[in-house]
Structure formats: structure tokens, C-alpha cells
């Protein structure tokens, strides 16, 4: 058995006209949290349904636990524990009900485990799914990816549109799941704070593509902020070689590289301008920068590093 | 043991559980040989990366803050700082900026700080007594 519990290569999905996902190649190895950040109509949820095999890959191929989500569905989903962005679960059941469904599906169900998190989680079992509030149909949700232990728990959007009480339930379910045994975490999220906290690899979509895929502490690591303050007030937005966004007004402008500081400050210099502060950035900020720049100049395709 | 992460302002993770620590131990809050929670324990209070609370756990180890007792856990450590002076240096320099530049900002010339400084110091009390 490999240690790569995800692996996606090359694959491109097209729908009519739009690319939806455009030659992404992706691993994820066994025991860490994976941050899949991007855009609403990056291709996140694309992607996701690839992994559950709930898109068949027309171009390139898609193995999770070395397996074809398609072609071996028993095989992958009774492996995965998995939390949709719209949580489609039966509104016609009672919460119960959905809870011995749902057991029937998974062998390793552990039916314990399910009644101390519908205990944790505060969720009466004789409630119909649709009078559920919106926090507790995400809790419901939760549950039942997590109840049968899933070595791989794959959650798309889980905290949009809650309240802070149930995302710190989210993530400590990420946490849980991943300090446990060893088990995998794919989750994307356009929280990109709580990716910060959670994830120890992320892979940024933008427009169908990979444009960033590596660990968390690298990416932060190999960006730099620098706030340049020119001598005189800039009418527009100054030119620097080496930078992925460019924001400021009159004499101040903050730049957001990748690398390639010593150029870009000796670029400064030249047009008579100081760097007077040099920082971290958040991956907010090189969400931003990265996306700004992708659509800035599109087919910039040898500044994505996987 | 509280500590409060908060994403967006530009330090790292780990830095800011190694800071916090650093903060509780200097202010007697966490005393010589208090326990530690373990690892996952408090990546679970806090909602951080495991990974990422070990690696502080590390650091703060390497600084001589805290000691891992095999089998038995994480604790605060007895005796001082194996750190350079330079280092101390240039870790406190970096503080003693953020606080001048606010002073000057609010119009407090260094006298005044200083004054501030020991009567924090004093509040803070002797950590060794």
C-alpha cells in the first residue's frame, strides 16, 4: 500500500465551453491536513467530485487508495468520510433515522463513537432533517462523515455560511481526525485564515488551474511583503519585476513577491524608492497577490511550482 | 494554559504559541516544573495544526523553556535562558522598536517609557521569589 492516499494527474474537465479543471496534477500523502484553496468557480468542488467519483475523468486519471473512484466505487467511498458544501442530506428523515441509514452503508461504522458526537453535538434524534437549523444540518453532516472513521475525510466548504461555534467544531473534527492515527484530511475552503491554521500542505485553484502546491510553512515562508516608499507620489501603479501585486497609493506601496527580493529591492532603488518595511505575509494576502497576478497575465504558467 | 492564536497579523503560528509561552513562563504564570498539555491536547484547545504546536514545543525546547521528560510529558523548565546574548539582543530589539515607534506615535519621549518599563517590571513581580 503506497502512501499516497490522493493522486490526480493531468487531469482536465471541461464543461461546454468553460475549463473547469485544466491539467491539475496533485498528491496527497497519508497523515496531513490538505488546504485546497481558490476562488468560488476555481474548481474545487470539480475536483472533489473527481476524488468521489461522482465525475468520471475524461482526460488524465484520478486514484485514491490507489483505486479508480469509478471504476471501484465500494472500494473508495467506504473509505471516506465526506461533508458536501450543500449538505444533501434526506430533509424527509429524522435524525435517527438518517443515523441507522447511513450505518448500513459503512461496515466500520462505530456506532459508540456516533452516539457520543450526537451527544457532543447536542442533535435530538427524533428532530426531522428539515427543521434542523442550518448549524445543526452541518453538524448532522459532520457526524456522519466522521462516525465510521474514515482514513480519509474529504470536506468541501465545510464552514460557509456558520457561526463561529460550529466551524471551531469543523476544525476540531480536522484536528481529531488527523492527530488520530494517522488519518487524511482534504478540505477546501475560502477561509483562508482557518487553512492557516489547519493545513500542513495547500494547493491554491485559480481558473481550473494549479497555480501553488506545497507546504503551508514554505509558501509562507517563500513569499515576502515589502512596503516601498517612493520619493515622489506615483500617478500609477509602479513596475517591479519579481512582483505579484503591486497596492498602495501616492508614495507608499506595498509589494507581495515570491523570492527574488535582492532584485526587486535593487529594482526600487533605481526608481528612487526605500523599502522601509519587509514582512510575512498572510496566505490571505498571497491568495490575493497570486490570483491579482493570474489575472493580470494569464498563461504565466512556469511560475506554478508543484 | 491559555494561549490565543490569531491568523492575519503577520507572525507565524508557532511563533506566536513560542512567544505566549515565553510570556506566561517570564510572568511566573507557568512555573518551573508545571506540566505542559500535551501536543494534540492543546492543538485541540487552540485549533491549530498538531504539527505546528510540536514545532513550537521544539523551539521552545531548543530554547531552554521547556524540558521533555520521556514518557512522562512536557514541562516548564527550571534555570535561565541558554540563549547568546546576541540573540536575546536582537529579539529584543525587535520588540523595543514596536514599542518606541508607538511611543513616539502617541507623543511619549523614552524617559517616560522607562519609568513605564520598571513599573510593569515591578508589577510583574520577582520570578524568582
Not at chain 1, 428539515?130 to 462523515?145: E, I, M, P, V
Not at chain 1, 474514515?150 to 466551524?167: F, H, K, N, Y
Not at chain 2, 523551539?59 to 536575546?88: D, I, K, N, Y
Request: hydrophobic fraction near 40%.
Amino acid at each position: 500500500m503506497s502512501d499516497t492516499v490522493i493522486n490526480v494527474l493531468n487531469l482536465t474537465r471541461k464543461f461546454r465551453r468553460t475549463t473547469a479543471l485544466d491539467d491539475v496534477s496533485l498528491d496527497v500523502p497519508a497523515g496531513i491536513v490538505m488546504g485546497l484553496v481558490g476562488g468560488n468557480g476555481a474548481g474545487k468542488t470539480t475536483l472533489i467530485k473527481h476524488l468521489l467519483g461522482l465525475l468520471k475523468a475524461k482526460a488524465g486519471s484520478v486514484r485514491v487508495f490507489g483505486l479508480d473512484p469509478v471504476r471501484d466505487p465500494v472500494g473508495v467511498l467506504g473509505r471516506i468520510g465526506y461533508l458536501s458544501e450543500d449538505r444533501d442530506l434526506p430533509n424527509w428523515m429524522r435524525v435517527d433515522e438518517l443515523l441507522n441509514f447511513t450505518q448500513a452503508y459503512f461496515p466500520n461504522w462505530d456506532t459508540s463513537y456516533a452516539a457520543q458526537l450526537q451527544e457532543t453535538f447536542d442533535l435530538d434524534p427524533k428532530q426531522r432533517v428539515k427543521s434542523l437549523s442550518r448549524g445543526q444540518t452541518a453538524r448532522l453532516g459532520l457526524l456522519t462523515a466522521l462516525a465510521h472513521r474514515p482514513p480519509l475525510l474529504i470536506l468541501d466548504e465545510p464552514s460557509s455560511g456558520l457561526d463561529a461555534v460550529v466551524r471551531r467544531d469543523i476544525l476540531g473534527a480536522i484536528i481529531r481526525t488527523v492527530a488520530d492515527e494517522g488519518r487524511t484530511v482534504l478540505f477546501s475552503s475560502h477561509l483562508l485564515d482557518e487553512v492557516e491554521r489547519v493545513a500542513d500542505r495547500v494547493a491554491m485553484l485559480h481558473n481550473g488551474r494549479l497555480v501553488l502546491s506545497d507546504q503551508l510553512q514554505t509558501v509562507l515562508d517563500s513569499h515576502s511583503r515589502l512596503t516601498l516608499r517612493f520619493a515622489e507620489p506615483c500617478q500609477t501603479k509602479p513596475s517591479l519585476p519579481g512582483a505579484l501585486s503591486c497596492e498602495g497609493s501616492g508614495q507608499e506601496w506595498t509589494v507581495i513577491c515570491n523570492g527574488q527580493i535582492d532584485e526587486l529591492r535593487a529594482a526600487a532603488t533605481s526608481q528612487g524608492a526605500e523599502v522601509v518595511e519587509q514582512s510575512r505575509p498572510s496566505l490571505d494576502e498571497v491568495f490575493v497577490a497570486r490570483v491579482h497576478h493570474g489575472r493580470l497575465s494569464h498563461g504565466h504558467r512556469e511560475e506554478a511550482h508543484s | 494554559m491559555q494561549i490565543h492564536i490569531s491568523p492575519n497579523d503577520g507572525v507565524p503560528i508557532y511563533q506566536q504559541i513560542v512567544n505566549q509561552v515565553k510570556y506566561l513562563t517570564a510572568s511566573g504564570r507557568l512555573t518551573a516544573g508545571e506540566q505542559l498539555p500535551p501536543v494534540r491536547k492543546l492543538a485541540e484547545q487552540i485549533l491549530v495544526n498538531p504539527n505546528t504546536v510540536a514545532r513550537a514545543y521544539r523551539e521552545l525546547e531548543s530554547a531552554g523553556v521547556l524540558t521533555t521528560r520521556r514518557g512522562a510529558g512536557v514541562f516548564a523548565s527550571e534555570g535561565v535562558s541558554p540563549l547568546s546574548r546576541r540573540e536575546q539582543n536582537r529579539i529584543l530589539n525587535e520588540r523595543l522598536d514596536q514599542l518606541i515607534a508607538e511611543a513616539r506615535q502617541m507623543d511619549v519621549d523614552v524617559e517616560t517609557l522607562v519609568k513605564l518599563l520598571r513599573q510593569r517590571d515591578t508589577k510583574m513581580g520577582d520570578k524568582n521569589a
